[in-house]
């Protein structure tokens, strides 16, 4: 998100054109509607039926089908008009939305369907939007970009769970879901509609779907970042889900879910705006460890007692840590798709390769999950799985130790988990 943040700042000067300018829009509409439903997606889940399997079954499917959305539409990203992928994902994504309010407490039926439809959606529009991206900016406005994705990102973060927590808290039942699913929807169409003013893109060759076998070979580079992608998408896989979920059930209350997102994503806009103005290349390989270490130390609260202020601690001190470990990934991995021109060219192919590894990651992470409930499902269990997998980014840094001291940081912005 937020490498994002000492970009804006590095590149005020530079002005951004009218497509990239509606780009930004999209994307911040993407991401608000994101914002206002899917932060609750999962409490609605369990208010209808409290069952932790499920939930994990419901983001397993969402992580399979993102991840082979992104291999499988490479190619038509690459060599047809990438805008229609653009609209078809924010298209996919309310027609999902949609169902939900369609289905309403049958949803949990269908987990598999909606999970699936969810996650090609996702996979669809930030495919699209990664390599839009790169052809909308050039090397003067690509900072300014960052910057504007990260301060939205951030902005978004802080009001809109915070806004659906107070509706949902308002309204009795579930009828607070269906305002917030409705709204996502509505901001959806808007986002369709405004991205139609968006310019056909050129196409790009043709797409090599042998790529992402001939980059893990020993010695290539993308050995190294692709296996510390996948550790990096241990933690996520579980993280992503459970300790919003946490927080619901710790408190029965929508409002405190938005109370705690409004907090650590305001800790979160802090640090990676601190962490883009301040943190050099010279400091990657020291900063990804003490980064990494951190965030598995914030995780010892919970040990003891799962309440809302251990969660609170491990979601301020994960938002606080996080820039200090995930910007040097970030950006070792993503200088490997500059570091040549043919590496340029193949930068769809590169990105997927990324999310795969990432797919990967989350995959064997919620799996984790599921089988850990099947052993033994007590809270005690889901706490030690939660402080193991938080031991993934040290996984990572020792995956990526020897990339951290070669590269330069471009500047390419994220999908917002």
Request: glycine content about 10%.
């Amino acid at each position: 998100m937020s490498q994002l943040g000492g970009g804006f700042f590095l590149a005020r000067k530079a002005v951004l054109n009218h497509q990239s300018i509606l780009l930004l829009i999209v994307n911040g509409l993407f991401v608000l509607a994101g914002a206002l439903s899917g932060t609750f997606l999962n409490v609605y889940l369990w208010r209808t039926r409290p069952d932790f399997a499920m939930i994990g079954w419901f983001t397993f499917s969402q992580q399979l089908a993102l991840g082979l959305t992104f291999w499988l539409a490479g190619k038509w990203v690459k060599e047809k008009d990438k805008m229609i992928f653009l609209r078809l994902g924010i298209l996919v994504s309310g027609v999902f939305y949609l169902l939900v309010l369609w289905a309403g407490p049958a949803t949990v039926h269908l987990i598999w369907p909606l999970g699936l439809l969810f996650g090609i959606g996702s996979g669809l529009f930030w495919l699209a939007f990664n390599v839009v991206y790169f052809e909308v900016t050039d090397v003067g406005t690509r900072d300014l970009f960052n910057g504007w994705v990260g301060i939205l990102g951030s902005v978004i973060g802080l009001f809109g769970p915070w806004a659906s927590g107070w509706i949902l808290s308002s309204m009795k039942d579930v009828h607070g879901y269906r305002v917030i699913f409705i709204a996502s929807l509505v901001i959806y169409t808007l986002g369709v509609l405004l991205s139609l003013k968006l310019k056909k893109r050129k196409r790009e060759g043709s797409y090599d779907w042998k790529l992402p076998l001939t980059l893990f070979r020993r010695g290539n580079p993308w050995r190294q970042a692709g296996t510390a992608s996948m550790a990096h998408g241990i933690r996520e896989g579980v993280f992503s889900f459970l300790l919003n979920l946490l927080v619901f059930i710790s408190t029965s209350k929508e409002w405190r879910l938005g109370q705690f997102s409004f907090a650590v994503s305001f800790v979160s806009l802090i640090t990676f705006w601190l962490a883009g103005k301040f943190f050099k290349q010279k400091y990657r390989y020291y900063g990804m460890l003490i980064g990494a270490i951190c965030l598995l130390l914030t995780g010892i609260p919970l040990l003891w007692k799962v309440n809302y202020g251990t969660l609170l601690t491990l979601g301020i001190g994960s938002a606080f840590f996080m820039p200090l470990y995930l910007l040097p990934m970030i950006s070792s991995v993503f200088d490997l798709i500059g570091k040549s021109d043919e590496d340029v060219e193949n930068r769809v192919e590169l990105v997927v390769v990324r999310e795969l590894s990432m797919m990967v990651g989350r995959l064997l992470g919620t799996l984790l999950f599921i089988l850990c409930l099947g052993f033994r499902p007590q809270m005690q269990a889901l706490t030690w799985l939660m402080f193991l997998v938080g031991a993934s980014p040290l996984l990572s840094w020792l995956f990526l130790r020897k990339l951290l001291r070669k590269f330069k940081s471009p500047a390419m912005p994220q999908r917002t988990s």
